[in-house]
């Protein structure tokens, strides 16, 4: 399985801007895509293919990234960012990531 | 707007066998690829199965293969998980989830609430 490791846990203020970064244990080319999870709900699907923004997806997210090392940028940050952000790879059978918590000051 | 509603969650003892629904409104249902995804109490996503448009192509996680089936009913728009020889290991919220393509991309572009599924003596 290709493991992916997420950045830990963040803390950051409102209006700042955000990377979250996310690395595969082999190449995944650009097979790599992102979600959100609030508290209490389901993932939504952010970014696919790893920099194309899902549609309703506010502009503020963006994603880059190939082979092994991708990102997930948030600028600026809102407070209704705080979530849990989870990357992963559809380059063979998919796995997660452990899931960065992002928490707002 | 696309809905995704699971159904069937509840408390199973070892080795029993339970079966999950997903009903599916707001796109026609047919026309995508479509996968169960589970998340285990405070713990992170873990793929199960995906299953084509057609149903013609089943895909599982090596620790389901042999024990859980995926199935579909397109005339009803419902996807199903029959779960089988349950553990505790598969303690977990089942969502139920689209694939954007007929096939398997892999990629989850729309999720259910969740059903929850409890594994246990």
């Known amino acids: 399985d290709t493991v992916l490791t997420q950045s830990p846990a963040l803390a950051v203020s409102p209006g700042e801007r955000v990377t979250i970064s996310c690395r595969a244990s082999?190449?995944?080319?650009?097979?790599m895509h992102w979600y959100q999870q609030k508290p209490g709900q389901q993932p939504k699907l952010l970014i696919y293919l790893a920099s194309n923004l899902e549609s309703g997806v506010p502009a503020r997210f963006s994603g880059s990234g190939s082979g092994t090392d991708f990102t997930l940028t948030i600028d600026p940050v809102e407070a209704d960012d705080t979530a849990t952000y989870y990357c992963?790879?559809?380059?063979?059978?998919?796995?997660f990531g452990a899931g960065t918590k992002l928490e707002l000051k | 707007e696309v809905q995704l509603v699971e159904s069937g969650g509840g408390l199973v003892q070892p080795g029993r066998s339970m079966k999950l629904s997903c009903a599916a409104s707001?796109?026609?249902?047919?026309?995508?690829?479509m996968a169960w995804v589970r998340q285990a109490p405070t713990k992170g996503l873990e793929w199960v199965a995906t299953i084509s448009y057609d149903g013609s192509s089943t895909y599982y996680r090596d620790s389901v293969k042999g024990r859980f089936t995926i199935s579909r009913d397109n005339a009803k728009s419902t996807l199903y998980l029959q779960m089988n020889s349950l553990r505790s290991e598969d303690t977990a919220t089942y969502y139920c989830?689209?694939?954007?393509?007929?096939?398997?991309?892999?990629?989850?572009?729309?999720w259910g609430q969740g059903a929850s599924v409890t594994v246990s003596s």
């Open positions: 082999e190449s995944v080319s650009t097979l």
């Open positions: 707001g796109f026609t249902f047919s026309n995508y690829g």
């Open positions: 992963q790879q559809s380059w063979n059978d998919p796995t």
């Open positions: 989830t689209r694939d954007p393509t007929m096939g398997t991309s892999y990629v989850m572009d729309a």
